[in-house]
């Protein structure tokens, strides 16, 4: 599976932002897919996941409340609804999937990456 994140931009603290990821070559329902982040001169870290059929969803503490994702496989799809956006939230957002049927929260569960895209949130 190919996966393509796209949605980044710049926005202002307190805006909101949607990240979408695409997939092609393979059905996403196949897959969980899971939200990373990588800020400059920072290691990767969790956001978001969500299970393959989209009934089990579970968020980094950082984003807990703030953060929603979702999906709809008929449209191969999955969403990042970032909302109260703050500066600490700069960071680029990758989506992943993985083929696990339960949540995975570590980097290494998954195996398919899409290129990052850039969200930027100024104070």
């Known amino acids: 599976v190919q996966l393509q994140a796209s949605g980044g931009g710049l926005v202002q603290a307190g805006d909101s932002l949607r990240l979408s990821c695409a997939a092609s070559?393979?059905?996403?329902?196949?897959?969980?897919v899971g939200w990373f982040r990588q800020a400059p001169g920072k290691e990767r870290e969790f956001v978001a996941t969500?299970?393959?059929?989209?009934?089990?969803?579970y968020y980094g503490d950082s984003v807990k409340g703030r953060f929603t994702t979702s999906r709809d496989n008929a449209e191969n799809t999955v969403i990042l609804q970032m909302s109260s956006l703050k500066p600490e939230d700069t960071a680029v957002y990758y989506c992943?999937?993985?083929?696990?049927?339960?949540?995975?929260?570590?980097?290494?569960?998954?195996?398919?990456w899409g290129q990052g895209t850039l969200v930027t949130v100024s104070s």
């Open positions: 969500i299970t393959r059929a989209g009934g089990t969803k």
């Open positions: 070559g393979r059905a996403l329902s196949n897959y969980a």
């Open positions: 992943a999937a993985t083929d696990t049927h339960f949540i995975a929260t570590q980097i290494s569960r998954y195996h398919y």
